[in-house]
């Protein structure tokens, strides 16, 4: 027997920032800027997002000038939607970062970098801010607070998802029921 729904679907769009200028490193919490010069890209994001009533963005200056480049000024920023801060990690090249060897999600999710957060903590600091939207919303933002939004959905297998820059997540929100329309969508 089929449910019949009571409440109106709400569309949370998540879109990670354009590509961070990093220069090979982790930059997490560190202030970088987007790389905005794929106009074509931008472009077809701007019309696949098209009208939304809500726009939120992490105050990170990459997300910021994401949201510019497409045209769009973020109703409000949120420090909660900062990307998970990595602690002693942060500026390390990516060849330097250190091997955790094999963890299972679980462990993964709970493991804290010297100085920094885990993905539950993130996702605890995440989870409250996605759940009181009760709009369609845009929120631009970092992998790790999209892969934290995906796992309101499918828990700590949520770390397995690719997130590429410039790429769109969408979740909708049904009372108290949470599905996924589509992951990492990206320009063609």
Known sequence: MFRRWRHQVTRILLLRHAPPLTG???AGRTEVDADLTDHASLAWMRDR???IEQVI???ARRCLQTATALGL???VTREALWEQHYGAWEGLA???LPDLGRLDSAALARHRPDGGESFEDL???VHPEIERLQSDTLIVCHAGV???ALSLVVGHAALS???APLSLTILHRQGDDWSVEAVNVTAP
């Open 73 to 75: 000024s973020p109703d």
């Open 24 to 26: 090979g490193r982790l």
């Open 94 to 96: 990516y060849a330097d």
């Open 123 to 125: 996702a605890a600091r």
């Open 146 to 148: 999209i892969r934290a």
């Open 49 to 51: 997002i098209g009208g």
């Open 57 to 59: 963005s992490s105050p």
């Open 161 to 163: 998802f690719s997130v």
